[in-house]
């Protein structure tokens, strides 16, 4: 396919090369031309805006930080849909609110671009990997048509639903991490607290019911005291609000999530916005 791709960070550039491997035609676009250098040397091709990129792929995707930037690279000035032709897909991979994908979707509708909002879990390792899994909301005929270029990043690829329904389910993953995260801070505290190595005990539970990713990721992490970022935990703050905001529209409580985003809010102000949102375990710890 001819692909474009807006985002180079540590998602993005990794999945413009497994693009790249999997003979897709990639061209991209940054605000920062040095971020992509590397890229174009590995057989990217350039453009001069997200306008003039848009008129010459079939798929779009963007993976960026927030709503704000999503709109802003897709409607804004020179944006993607002032260049597009009808017919053009645009997939958007950010972790962005369900309802900013809504307004976006309808927004390109009017274009006659199709919309897929496709967040992604798996983090850095998954974007190397080509093993994201990837949760797309939009129509089923538009998935279909960027699924070839999705397969080589994504291992795992789920229609959730209409638009906005892939970001409902990515904030339901963030819930699911960041709840999961402050419970293996607090087995690794009790083991402890109990004068028990905390390793053996995570080995055991990674055989039993207990067993996830989290645990045994992040468990590590826990156990090593090192929190080198696979996921920032100001990017997690990000999408903890998001989900707190969501809740909030639908007039539901989330406490575990609350108390998680807290957390992960408190780490970020006292100044471990760059560390792995895990680090969120010394938070814990120092508590009685």
């Known amino acids: 396919m001819k692909v474009g791709y807006i985002g180079l960070g540590i998602m993005g550039a990794p999945c413009v ?3 790249l491997k999997a003979g897709h035609q990639v061209t991209v676009w940054a605000r920062r031309r040095q971020s992509a250098e590397a890229l174009l040397a590995a057989g990217a091709a350039w453009a001069d805006s997200p306008a003039e990129l848009a008129g010459q792929v079939e798929l779009l995707i963007t993976n960026v930080s927030d709503t704000g930037d999503v709109e802003q690279v897709l409607l804004g000035e020179a944006g993607a849909a002032s260049g597009a032709r009808p017919g ?4 958007d991979m950010s972790t ?3 309802n900013g994908a809504r307004r976006i979707a309808a927004r390109l509708s009017e274009a006659g671009i199709d919309f897929l909002d496709c967040p992604v ?7 190397i990997n080509g093993t994201l899994t990837i949760m797309a909301g939009g129509k089923a005929e538009a998935l279909e048509k960027a699924r070839p270029a999705l397969e080589a990043m994504g291992q795992t690829i789920t229609h959730i639903g209409a638009s906005g329904a892939g970001q409902v389910a990515k904030a339901c993953n963030q819930i699911a991490v960041a709840a999961g995260v402050a419970a293996v801070a607090e087995i690794v505290k009790l083991a402890r607290a109990c004068e ?5 005990v995570r080995a055991a539970l990674l055989g039993g019911f207990a067993q996830s990713r989290v645990l045994d990721v992040h468990g590590q992490r826990m156990i090593d005291d090192n929190y080198a970022p696979g996921f920032k935990a100001k990017l997690h703050a990000k999408d903890m609000h998001i989900v707190h905001d969501t809740a909030r529209e639908q007039g539901i409580s989330l406490p575990a999530a609350e108390r998680a985003m807290q957390l992960i809010d408190q780490l970020v102000a006292e100044g471990g916005g760059e560390l792995d949102s895990s680090a969120i375990a010394r938070l814990i710890w120092r508590q009685n």
Do not use: H
Not at 88 to 91: E, G, I, K, Q, T
Not at 121 to 127: K, N
Not at 196 to 200: S, Y
């Open 17 to 19: 090369r497994n693009l």
């Open 196 to 200: 028990v190595d905390p390793a053996p």
């Open 88 to 91: 053009l897909v645009c997939a």
């Open 121 to 127: 879990s798996g983090g850095e390792v998954g974007a």
């Open 96 to 98: 962005i609110a369900p």
